[in-house]
């Protein structure tokens, strides 16, 4: 599974933007997919995932990391093609670069639950 995540840009403070993230081929139907991100120096870290899928999990599930709660949505369109992440209240310390993941183990914060990477998608905000 080819993962391409898109929609990064510069923006100022206070500010927002939106990120996708597509599946070469294939849609992300049982899948869940997450978002993360990773700054110069740092290590990546969990920003949002959501799944959903038939069986155990009835309807979507979400799931956030502290630092973007009430700022950021995660979501995907109605035919699992494509899954966003809207980043609104941008702060200059969410400065990174952002890559999408897909895993069928289920909604997680750990990077080794996805099996699927894209390549990221690079998000500066300016103070």
């Known amino acids: 599974v080819q993962l391409q995540a898109s929609g990064g840009g510069l923006v100022q403070a206070g500010g927002s933007l939106r990120l996708s993230c597509t599946a070469s081929?294939?849609?992300?139907?049982?899948?869940?997919v997450g978002w993360f991100r990773q700054a110069p120096g740092k290590e990546r870290e969990f920003v949002a995932a959501i799944s959903w899928g038939e069986g155990f999990w009835s309807g979507d599930r979400t799931r956030y990391a502290d630092s973007v709660k009430g700022r950021f949505t995660i979501s995907r369109d109605n035919d699992w093609s494509t899954v966003y992440l809207q980043m609104n209240s941008l702060k200059p310390e969410d400065t990174s670069v952002y890559y999408c993941a897909a895993g069928t183990r289920g909604i997680s914060a750990v990077t080794g639950m996805y099996d699927y990477w894209g390549h990221g998608t690079l998000v500066t905000v300016s103070s």
């Open positions: 081929g294939r849609t992300f139907g049982g899948y869940a």
